[in-house]
């Protein structure tokens, strides 16, 4: 589907999901992040982390069209702090069992971290090569995320994320690339991608 298209219809569906605790139809995309993955690690074997997996339709994706030896899934569902509001607590326990039934055919490549990312990444250990950001989309906790993140990454991989359209994340992403002197990074679609080759 034409993106122009595309990201109005995404908009309207992700309103709807939010206020009646479940979307229309979806047509499955793969997100410019991932086609960048592809395009630069073809079929190597990598290590996957995706902060923000909702209910899993990018995370399947992303196990459709890479060749992923380890996923990580960082994402609290409703134990959530209060001050987060994209989607109610019932939804997001709803999202959490819809990803685990989504991905059951993956389990044995996934780990799951039912926690906030700020808290999550004490528990990982070495490197990733593709890591996807898409959690709580805050300024600060965006950037923190950039920050945090950016620091597991391999020596050749793609950090990528989602909502680039949205002032929160948008600020976060200017003032990350400033802050660490990055020059090599796209925006495509709704996708902010940093890179090495």
Same mark, same amino acid.
């Given at each position: 589907?034409?993106?122009?298209?595309?990201?109005?219809?995404? !908009?309207?569906?992700?309103?709807?999901?939010?206020?009646?605790?479940?979307?229309?139809? !979806?047509?499955?995309?793969?997100?410019?992040?991932?086609?960048?993955?592809? +395009?630069?690690?073809?079929?190597?074997?990598?290590?996957?982390? +995706?902060?923000?997996?909702?209910?899993?339709?990018?995370?399947?994706?992303?196990?459709?069209?890479?060749?992923?030896?380890? %996923?990580?899934?960082?994402?609290?569902? +409703?134990?959530?702090?209060?001050?987060?509001?994209?989607?109610?607590?019932?939804?997001?326990?709803?999202?959490?069992?819809?990803?685990?039934?989504?991905? !059951?055919?993956?389990?044995?490549?996934?780990?799951?971290?039912?926690?906030?990312?700020?808290?999550?990444?004490?528990?990982?250990?070495?490197?990733?090569?593709?890591?996807?950001?898409?959690?709580?989309?805050?300024?600060?906790?965006?950037?923190?995320?950039?920050?945090? %993140?950016?620091?597991?990454?391999?020596?050749?991989?793609?950090?990528?994320?989602?909502?680039?359209?949205?002032?929160?994340?948008?600020?976060?992403?200017?003032?990350?690339?400033?802050?660490?002197?990055?020059?090599?990074? +796209?925006?495509?679609?709704?996708?902010?991608?940093?890179?090495?080759?």
């Amino acid at each position: 589907m034409n993106k122009t298209i595309r990201k109005p219809l995404v !908009r309207i569906n992700d309103r709807f999901g939010k206020t009646f605790g479940f979307k229309l139809k !979806r047509v499955p995309y793969s997100r410019p992040s991932t086609l960048k993955a592809l +395009e630069i690690f073809n079929d190597k074997p990598i290590r996957v982390i +995706e902060i923000g997996c909702a209910a899993g339709n990018n995370t399947l994706d992303v196990l459709k069209q890479l060749n992923v030896s380890e %996923y990580i899934i960082i994402d609290p569902y +409703e134990k959530i702090d209060n001050s987060y509001d994209d989607y109610s607590i019932a939804r997001l326990a709803l999202m959490r069992k819809q990803s685990r039934k989504k991905l !059951r055919n993956y389990e044995d490549k996934i780990t799951w971290i039912y926690d906030t990312s700020s808290k999550a990444i004490e528990r990982i250990n070495g490197s990733a090569d593709y890591i996807y950001v898409d959690g709580d989309h805050r300024y600060s906790q965006v950037l923190s995320d950039m920050d945090n %993140y950016y620091n597991l990454l391999a020596d050749r991989f793609v950090f990528g994320g989602h909502d680039i359209d949205q002032p929160d994340v948008a600020k976060a992403f200017v003032d990350f690339i400033a802050n660490k002197a990055i020059t090599n990074y +796209e925006i495509k679609d709704s996708d902010w991608i940093v890179y090495h080759r």
